[in-house]
Every structure is written in structure tokens, then in C-alpha cells.
């Protein structure tokens, strides 16, 4: 219809027809935009300060150097980044098998009670960060509700020292990311077709090679993608680490924000942070060749 | 001949409804089988119960003379087809025939050979590292056939088998699954609520409904000798005449038009007339009904003499060809 009338209406426009891809930049142009503002021109920058050298009392000097990356391979840093990595990977194995399991007990739920259980476990995602981590500091007190509680079953001894830990930490970490890992498992195993496990135990499978055969393998992009966002997130975190580790453990987000802050090494700082990104990036794109990997085996199918 | 498969007063409800109720059965060895009824009849749930997902609330299923009621259905010698043939999206098709021989714990040379002999026979082994969703239906079903079949289960169950392909593949399938079942001479029990289908592929056709058994027999019976009303008018086509207070079935390739010798015969009105190439279908208002009379004409009769619409017409039958009903 458009296409009849619009010539008629406005003849002084020769009809145009818009392709999609022109239409589909239009209206992607003002997020373009925004990225390229906020995200992609800081990050430039901040890239660039890494190749600079650290003025004498803590300005810039603007001559060329790899020194700050060269910095990060000093044992350590290094060893920081090693801390980093295994707190951080431990908080994600934790966070999928906790993550997986509560999926798997809301997708097996009734159908009409799987949108309250879902809503239940985000819930705690809506309120403050902060506010949510400061309460894990009141639970792990030498004398917070936990020794308490403890004393109360009557417990006598030492009350036992659990903030300020490395656990603290992972506990942390895995209490604020597991709501991302519950959403993308959760995704896979509500779209699994129950008649497949049904296939495999009339096949002759028991209920754990069932599991291990059939409904993991299928599911294993949601455990990816929702360890990928965990992993991606702890490894950069500094204010559960600075709250619950008090002080004692360094992360690399912790050793960022104090370059920038308290060591005024700009440099070094963006250094570290652009060795970051790359980490995350590298991940990222992993994930995501993995996931297009799958979707591309489907659409073989669709032509054939 | 003892049964191979017993079905034993067996009862199942969910909630407050009575999805099969007492329901008892005999298949013999070797024997097609088909369970027919519409949605909501049990034939389902009975099949879910012959697998082992559903657990019979009362009676008893006996299979080679053992209590399997209570067998889970990984230890059962018997497979099921799945309506949405359940294919493992993740495996080819040669890993999904595989995985029942797995889980056996066969040797690999036996997996391997009986994997192969079994595409031979159904003719996948050029697809054999394709994925499911690389497949066409016709392909997939055959795929799900296959995988069951490699297991040589004592019992073979069919949800539907046919019921996701389109209509010239399923009229050619009939056929290839009845040669296939006397090939392997596996027992093979059918779940349809397709009468045509019930009728020629299987040996023998029960007919479901609201969880009991309203008739068992050859195709021929349940088409000829239907038990009651609501099997007469299930299978096929059937006309009802109320007659001196008693109803009266009668098959519409049993009705003559102009017959010249017939016990009975009545006037009526066309009132609609489809042509079906294969044969003539009138439907004919007379005094006997509330519903017109459908009267079933071959090419030949029909052309002798030719009706339309409006045309008073007399129509005739033999009292051997009726059914009547008390109910």
C-alpha cells in the first residue's frame, strides 16, 4: 500500500525503497553512538595511557614504553593475577553446581509455579550491592548472627573466624552472580523436550547416565554463558574482595583501583586494565563461537 | 497359544480423572497390534504404563508370564517410538541407534555391526553421521524405528508412528512398517486414532474408549460385526436408521441406489454430492433419519446413472448387510 501511495503524496520524492540494513543501522545508531561515547573512546584512552610512562610525582609522562605491561609478568603481580583467577574460578564452579542444581529443581517444578520460583531467585539481585555484601560482613562476624547461632546450639569455643577469608570472598562472589547462572541454565533445561529422558531411560539408561548423556551435553551452553559472566565479573571484582577479604586479598580489580587511586600510577593502572579486558574478551569470544557453533548446526538442518 | 503380553484388569487415575479403568488384554507373539481411540481414550496412558513410565494403580501386567508393573523402564525388553520421536539432538543418527546397544554394555564390534545392519534395513546408513535436525521427517522416523529396533526388544510400542508425516508418505509407510514387523518378527502393539490406519496395518485393533475396552478383533470384525453403536459409528462410516423403535447401521457402500431387488428400500432427496474421483458420495434426506444418508457410489455405478443435486431417488438394502443396537 505505502509503496502506491507514497509517490502520489509526495511527488517531489522519488520512491525509495529502505532496505532492511539501512533501516536496522538507523535504529541502531543511537546505542552506536552511546557505545562509542562511553565505552569505546574511554577504553581507547585508557589503552593508550598504558603505553605512557609514570610522571615523577604521579602525573604523565608522554613518552612511549612497554615497561607497565612488561610490570605485569613481575612475580607479584603475576601472582596477584594468579589469586584472581583462582578465586574466581573457584566462585564460578561453586556458582554453576549451586546455579545448575536450583535450574534444574525450578525447570522440573510445576509450569504455572516456575515464574514465582524464578522471581524468587532474582529477588535478592534487586537490592544495593553493597547493602548485600555489607550483610554478609554481619553473618561472618567473630561475633555476628552465625557465632550466635552457634552459641546458641551451645557452642562454647573460639568463635570461629570466617570473614576476612579467601572463603568469604568466593562466598561472596558466588551469593552476588548465581541469580545470572540460575537465568542461563535455567533457559536450556525449560526448553528440553522431557520425552528425551524418557527416550534414554526406555533405552536403557539409568537416571545419572541419562543426566551425564543426554540433558547435560544439551544444556552445557546455558553453563557456559552463565560461567563466563561469573568468572568475568569475579576476576574484575574489588569491593567484595576489599569488604569480605579485608585488605588481605588481593585481586586484580583491587590492585587496579589502587594504582589509579592511592599509587596515582595511572599507567600501570590502565596496563593491568586493558590485560584485563583482553581476558575477558577472550572469553567471551569463546563463548560465543561456541553458542553460534550450535545455532549453525541447526540451521544446516533447517535447509536439508 | 499362551500371551506373550497379559494385561490384567489394569487401572490408572490421575487426580480425579479414570484414564484406563480395568482394562484387560492378551497380545499374542508376533502378532501387529493396534490400540485405536480417540484423544482421551487411555490408549496413551496404556502404553505409557506397557513402558514402564506410568505404574498400573491396580491390576497386573505380565510379560513372557513375569510381573513387569513394577519394572522400571530401563529394565524392561521393551521399547517405545515416541510420537515426537524423541531423537538426541546432540548425536548423529548412528549415535542414536547406538545408545540402547551402550547401555547394554555390548562389545564395540557388536554395536558396531548391529548399528550398520540396522541402517541397511531401513535405509539410513548414507546418513549415518548426519544430526537429527539434518534430517526429513520421513527420515527421523525411521531413525526412531531403527533405534528401538536394534535393541530386538520382545515388545515393540508405536505412539503415533505415523502421525507427523504427511499423507502419501503415511499410506506408503503402512505397508513398509507391517513388511518390516514381519522381517524382524518383533511384536509390535500401535497406538492410532486413525481408524484407517488401525485397519491396514494391524492384525488385530482394539478399540479404546474413556479407558475401557469396547472391542478387540481382526479389522474385518470391528469393521463388519462392530460390538456396539459407538464402534460402529468409530470405524469408518456408518448410517443409523431408526426403524419400529429399533436402531438399525448400515454401511454406506451397502446402500443401493435404483436397486432392483432389495429387502427394503426408501425415497429420498439428494442433498449434496461430493465427488472423491475414486468413487461418488450422496448424501440423501429420507424420512428413516434426522441425519441424511450417506450413500457410498463406485465410478462404474455412478456413471450408469447419473444424479444431481435435488434428484428424488429411491435407495435399497439387504437386511444381511444391517447391524442393529439395543442401546
Request: proline content about 6%; hydrophobic content about 45%.
Amino acid at each position: 500500500m505505502r509503496g502506491h501511495l507514497a509517490p502520489h503524496r509526495f511527488p517531489e520524492k522519488t520512491p525509495r525503497v529502505q532496505s532492511p540494513n539501512t533501516r536496522s543501522t538507523l535504529l541502531m545508531a543511537p546505542a552506536l553512538l552511546w557505545l562509542t561515547a562511553l565505552m569505546v573512546v574511554p577504553c581507547g584512552l585508557i589503552f593508550a595511557l598504558g603505553f605512557f610512562r609514570r610522571g615523577l610525582y604521579g602525573g604523565i609522562e608522554y613518552t612511549f614504553t612497554l615497561e607497565n605491561f612488561a610490570l605485569i609478568v613481575d612475580p607479584l603481580y603475576a601472582g596477584i593475577f594468579l589469586t584472581s583467577a583462582r578465586i574466581a574460578g573457584l566462585a564460578t564452579l561453586i556458582a554453576v553446581i549451586i546455579g545448575y542444581a536450583a535450574a534444574y529443581a525450578i525447570a522440573a517444578a510445576p509450569r504455572h509455579r516456575q515464574p514465582l520460583l524464578l522471581f524468587l531467585a532474582v529477588l535478592p539481585f534487586w537490592s544495593n550491592y553493597l547493602i548485600r555484601t555489607y550483610a554478609w560482613i554481619v553473618l561472618l562476624n567473630r561475633e555476628g548472627l552465625i557465632t550466635q547461632g552457634l552459641r546458641m546450639l551451645g557452642y562454647e569455643g573460639e568463635p570461629p573466624s570466617m570473614l576476612y577469608t579467601e572463603g568469604a570472598v568466593i562466598t561472596g562472589l558466588v551469593y552476588n552472580y548465581l541469580p545470572f547462572v540460575i537465568l542461563a541454565c535455567y533457559a536450556p533445561l525449560a526448553r528440553l523436550n522431557p520425552e528425551l529422558a524418557e527416550a534414554s531411560r526406555d533405552l536403557g539408561a539409568s537416571a545419572f547416565t541419562t543426566f551425564r548423556r543426554v540433558i547435560l551435553p544439551m544444556t552445557v551452553p546455558g553453563i557456559a554463558a552463565g560461567a563466563v559472566f561469573v568468572f568475568v565479573l569475579s576476576i574484575g571484582n574489588f569491593i567484595t574482595p576489599a569488604l569480605l577479604g579485608g585488605g588481605r586479598f588481593q585481586m586484580m580489580g583491587n590492585l587496579i583501583y589502587a594504582q589509579f587511586l592511592t599509587a596515582n600510577d595511572w599507567p600501570f593502572g590502565a596496563a593491568i586494565s586493558m590485560v584485563l579486558i583482553a581476558i575477558m574478551m577472550g572469553l567471551l569470544t569463546l563463548q560465543a563461537i561456541a553458542a553460534e557453533k550450535g545455532a549453525g548446526e541447526k540451521r544446516e538442518g533447517a535447509d536439508g | 497359544m499362551t500371551a506373550l503380553l497379559s494385561i490384567d484388569g489394569v487401572s490408572k487415575r490421575f487426580g480425579a480423572v479414570t484414564a484406563v479403568d480395568g482394562l484387560s488384554l492378551d497380545i499374542m507373539e508376533n502378532e501387529f497390534f493396534a490400540l485405536l481411540g480417540a484423544s482421551g481414550s487411555g490408549k496413551t496412558t496404556l502404553l505409557r504404563m506397557l513402558a514402564g513410565f506410568e505404574t498400573p494403580d491396580a491390576g497386573a501386567i505380565h510379560l513372557d508370564g513375569a510381573d513387569i508393573s513394577r519394572v522400571p523402564p530401563n529394565r524392561r525388553p521393551v521399547n517405545l517410538m515416541f510420537q515426537s520421536y524423541a531423537l538426541f539432538p546432540h548425536m548423529t543418527v548412528e549415535g542414536n541407534i547406538a545408545y540402547g546397544l551402550e547401555m547394554e554394555r555390548l562389545p564395540r564390534s557388536e554395536i558396531a555391526s548391529r548399528v550398520a545392519e540396522i541402517m541397511e534395513t531401513t535405509e539410513l546408513a548414507p546418513m549415518a553421521k548426519r544430526k537429527p535436525d539434518q534430517l526429513s521427517g520421513g527420515q527421523r522416523q525411521r531413525v526412531a524405528l531403527a533405534r528401538a529396533l536394534v535393541k530386538r526388544p520382545r515388545l515393540l510400542l508405536l505412539d503415533e508412528p505415523l502421525g507427523a508425516l504427511d499423507k502419501k508418505l503415511r499410506a506408503a509407510m503402512q505397508l513398509e512398517l507391517k513388511r518390516l514387523q514381519h522381517d524382524v518378527g518383533i511384536t509390535f502393539i500401535v497406538v492410532t486414532h486413525d481408524q484407517e490406519e488401525a485397519l491396514v496395518m494391524a492384525d488385530r485393533v482394539a478399540i479404546l474408549k474413556d479407558g475401557r475396552l469396547l472391542q478387540c478383533g481382526t479389522p474385518h470384525e470391528v469393521y463388519e460385526h462392530p460390538a456396539n453403536r459407538f464402534a460402529a459409528d468409530f470405524i469408518g462410516v456408518m448410517n443409523f436408521i431408526e426403524e419400529g423403535g429399533r436402531t438399525l447401521a448400515v454401511r454406506p457402500e451397502r446402500l443401493h441406489l435404483f436397486p432392483d431387488r432389495a429387502d427394503r428400500t426408501v425415497e429420498g432427496r439428494v442433498t449434496a454430492r461430493a465427488y472423491h474421483g475414486l468413487d461418488l458420495q450422496l448424501h440423501v434426506a429420507t424420512p428413516l433419519s434426522p441425519k441424511p444418508l450417506l450413500v457410498r457410489l463406485t465410478a462404474n455405478a455412478a456413471d450408469r446413472r447419473p444424479v444431481s443435486e435435488g434428484d428424488t431417488v429411491t435407495l435399497g438394502w439387504n437386511d444381511a448387510d444391517t447391524r442393529q443396537f439395543n442401546d
